[in-house]
């Protein structure tokens, strides 16, 4: 891998991201494909149109279903769904936050009761790694525990102590594999995590202590899961600069239209989050000014696009009142429609802030579109 800064604006940074599975130009959004399909019947041809330059899928889950020995023999992620570009593997360290009342913490790994059929699953460091390197992605994370952002600190640090020792782990299972003959991508990378809930000296040291491992990425982890979006803002303030500048950084799971300005602010590299498939399934659309709500009677006759200049499909093709009406009939065009339009909106947003900081210009692109977000909101 090969992380090259373009430009800068502030903390704000435009760079490059050398994979074996072509380059990625940051800030970006990674589009989640959890079981390797984004939700709402969008294919990677369509990922392919909107723009999309990685695709993020959950080693958890398609370790249950349909399981990453059976891909492996495909060929790996990248053949099994016709994909061309990168591909990030999130570890299944979060469902050790989201099925807590499914699992059991040990040193050794967590031990699940699938959410599917309720069988025991064990996977620790070593399990997760090996998951991935079956499912041969450009970029796999370590293996983590997410605790809560407002736990207590007596739960928060030996979780983050244990973290750190699984990080440890995995490196060395991550070499191992990518040393075997049989494996498919002999050139994945490792991105470790940083955590620590909302304890300012709990995510500084633990941000040091990951940075002396070299790794090829580093992430922000346990955010956006139950603090404000100022905790939150606080925590990148405070950690974002204890981690390596010549490496990327990614903050998971986040989010909003404004917490990734936000996060870019701050210097971060790379978002993912399931809003804009997941709101986009209910109707709910992301414009400049804010979000829309396709259920509303208000577009019953309303012959315009979404957002005025949009040229994602849904825009250029069909009309609000169209779109509304898709979704008051329960048709999946509506639901699919709605999800294309989020996820062009939010890869088109990135293009936005790249050029905004080519052109040095992002602290006035900030201002303004975090105003124009709130459009909507003010009616």
């Known amino acids: 891998m090969k992380y090259t800064i373009v430009n800068t604006d502030g903390r704000a940074k435009h760079a490059t991201v050398e994979t074996v599975h072509g380059t990625i130009q940051t800030p970006v959004f990674m589009n989640v494909g959890t079981v390797a399909a984004i939700k709402g019947a969008v294919s990677t041809m369509d990922l392919h149109n909107i723009g999309t330059q990685v695709e993020l899928s959950n080693t958890y889950h398609l370790h249950v279903r349909t399981g990453d020995k059976l891909i492996k023999q495909f060929g790996g992620l990248h053949k099994f769904m016709n994909w061309d570009r990168p591909i990030l593997t999130d570890s299944g360290g979060f469902q050790v936050f989201s099925l807590a009342g499914l699992r059991a913490i040990k040193e050794e790994g967590v031990t699940f009761r699938s959410h599917i059929d309720g069988h025991k699953i064990f996977m620790g460091p070593e399990e997760s790694m090996q998951i991935q390197s079956n499912l041969a992605s450009t970029i796999a994370m370590a293996f983590d525990e997410c605790p809560p952002a407002l736990a207590a600190r007596e739960y928060v640090q030996p ?4 973290t750190y020792r699984w990080l440890l782990r995995c490196k060395k299972e991550m070499d191992r594999l990518n040393s075997l003959e049989d494996t498919i991508n002999k050139e994945q990378l490792l991105f470790g995590i940083n955590q620590g809930a909302v304890f300012d000296d709990i995510r500084i040291d633990h941000a040091k202590r990951i940075s002396e491992l070299d790794l090829d990425g580093y992430a922000l982890g346990g955010l956006a899961v139950g603090e404000s979006h100022e905790q939150m803002y606080h925590i990148l303030d405070v950690t974002v600069e204890h981690l ?11 989010g909003t239209p404004a917490n990734i300005i936000e996060g870019v602010y701050r210097g971060v590299d790379f978002f993912d989050c399931v809003y804009p498939s997941r709101n ?11 979000k829309m709500n396709m259920f509303n009677a208000k577009y019953d006759l309303d012959d315009a696009p979404i957002e005025e200049g949009c040229q994602c499909e849904a825009c250029r093709n069909y009309s609000r009142a169209y779109v509304h009406h898709l979704m008051k009939a329960k048709e999946m065009l509506g639901m699919r429609l709605c999800v294309m339009h989020n996820l062009y909106f939010y890869n088109h947003l990135m293009e936005e802030i790249r050029e905004a900081i080519d052109s040095h210009t992002f602290e006035a692109f900030r201002k303004e579109r975090l105003e124009l977000l709130h459009t909507y909101d003010k009616k």
């Open 244 to 254: 390596p500048q010549n490496k990327p950084t990614y903050l998971m799971g986040v």
């Open 159 to 162: 979780s983050v102590d244990r």
């Open 280 to 290: 986009g399934r209910h109707g709910h659309v992301y414009t400049k000014f804010g």
